[in-house]
């Protein structure tokens, strides 16, 4: 049985015979118009590029927002994480997690910390990979698990790079609680990422997502925005996170440079400077910290 949308029959009766008869087949039109996980399309684009009427185009994918195929922000029309499951095998999460996996380990090696590697799925950080030896076995992560990405350094970390109305359109006005010390409203969340972004990318939590956990987080970043997080976590009451930081920056730069070996510096105009190509000094480190404020830092 195929359905036939009356309002098509009405605004291009000429060109009726040569418009895909089933919602299913205009569907996959509007689906196939994107090129990639990347692409972005305005409404006009997506009509454009299918040939259907506009006015069908918004209703499917009205229903295809509502059902988690597309996503709809600011800048258009872009594939949801439904689409992005299919086809594509995992995202291009197993490319990541192999650019990571030798970075991870050193940095497990260096600090005897945990090291984790996660992306966004949505609201939610996913885990890709957790290294750390006996210790690992003391936090609750796992690979696979999700985790509200405001409650994570590894998260917060790449929300600073999400577009603001994007953040809104992920979380209402007050945000669920992990520990006593998980941000709760909204716009505290956004002075968070205003304040990560002041630093460059770098994210810290203590005891937001699990109690007497500290960590420090930072995003592999592509010039579309996040594509991962690198975290390193430890006993809140003794590490020093602020001196293992720099090993977390560099770390994400290095998978940044294998990932996308053409990307030199940020797009023109976005909202941060570019994070410089050397390692970071304890002095320009301290520097950079000395805009904390609040007790989420």
């Known amino acids: 049985m195929t359905v036939v949308d009356s309002d098509d029959a009405l605004s291009v009766p000429a060109a009726k015979k040569d418009l895909p008869p089933s919602m299913v087949e205009r569907m996959t039109l509007i689906l196939d ?3 990639g996980r990347t692409s972005r ?3 006009e684009e997506v009509a454009c590029r299918t040939r259907l009427p506009r006015s069908t185009v918004h209703r499917i994918l009205d229903q295809l927002v509502r059902l988690d195929w597309v996503d709809h922000a600011s800048f258009g029309y872009c594939l949801g994480r439904r689409a992005m499951g299919l ?3 995992d995202n291009g999460h197993s490319q990541v997690r192999a650019a990571a996996a030798p970075l991870l380990h050193e940095l497990h090696m260096q600090t005897g910390m945990v090291v984790h590697l996660a992306v966004l799925d949505g ?13 690992a076995a003391s936090l609750p992560s796992r690979v696979g ?6 409650t994570t350094a590894g998260g917060k970390a790449m929300l600073a790079w999400v577009d603001p109305e994007e953040v809104d359109g992920m979380y209402g006005p007050r945000l669920n609680r992990s520990t006593d010390r998980t941000i709760t409203e909204l716009s505290t969340l956004h002075q968070e990422l205003n304040r990560i972004r002041q630093r460059r990318g770098l994210a810290f939590e203590r005891g937001e997502a699990v109690h007497g956990i500290g960590c420090v987080g930072v995003a592999v970043r592509s010039a579309d925005g996040p594509v991962a997080g690198i975290s390193l976590c430890g006993d809140a009451r003794t590490v020093q996170l ?4 720099p090993l977390v920056v560099d770390a994400a730069r290095e998978v940044t440079r294998t990932l996308h070996p053409d990307l030199e510096t940020p797009r023109r105009g976005r909202r941060t400077p570019e994070i410089p190509d050397s390692s970071w000094s304890t002095e320009t480190l301290d520097q950079l910290l000395a805009v904390q404020s609040g007790q989420w830092l």
């Open 123 to 135: 609201a939610e950080s996913v885990y890709l990979d957790k290294v750390g030896g006996r210790m």
């Open 41 to 43: 399309l305005t409404l």
């Open 242 to 245: 602020e001196r293992v930081a």
């Open 33 to 35: 118009a994107f090129d």
């Open 145 to 150: 698990g999700r985790v509200p990405a405001y």
């Open 87 to 89: 086809g594509g095998g």
